[in-house]
Nanobody, 126 residues
């Protein structure tokens, strides 16, 4: 599975951006997908996740109510709609996929995913 993230950019605080993550390859095996972000000097952190089969979604407390994760299975694309952006949302955003369902996992942890996109920069100015 190959993941290509896009949609990042520079936006003022309070603005919106929509990130996209196009998946190609063995996409039929996708089980769960997520968005993570990494700010300079900080660890990569979970932002949002979605179970591919039934679209159940999960969010970090810091983005709940502002960000919306969704997917278009026909286009094999994952989205992250980001509204009411804050300077602290500035980071490189990564999409990730888990292509197997067996075994226990914590979707908030990096180790739950076996494929990663290249990242897209989001900068929010104050």
């Amino acid at each position: 599975v190959q993941l290509q993230a896009s949609g990042g950019g520079l936006v003022q605080a309070g603005g919106s951006l929509r990130l996209a993550c196009a998946a190609s390859g063995r996409t039929f095996s996708t089980y769960f997908m997520g968005w993570f972000r990494q700010a300079p000097g900080k660890e990569r952190e979970f932002v949002a996740g979605i179970k591919w089969s039934d679209s159940i979604t999960y969010y970090a407390d810091s983005v709940e109510g502002r960000f919306t994760i969704s997917r278009d299975s026909g286009k094999n694309t994952l989205y992250l709609q980001m509204n009411s952006l804050k300077p602290e949302d500035t980071a490189v955003y990564y999409c990730a996929a888990r292509t197997f369902s067996l075994g226990s996992y914590n979707y908030r942890q990096i180790t739950a995913y076996n494929y990663w996109g290249q990242g897209t920069q989001v900068t929010v100015s104050s």
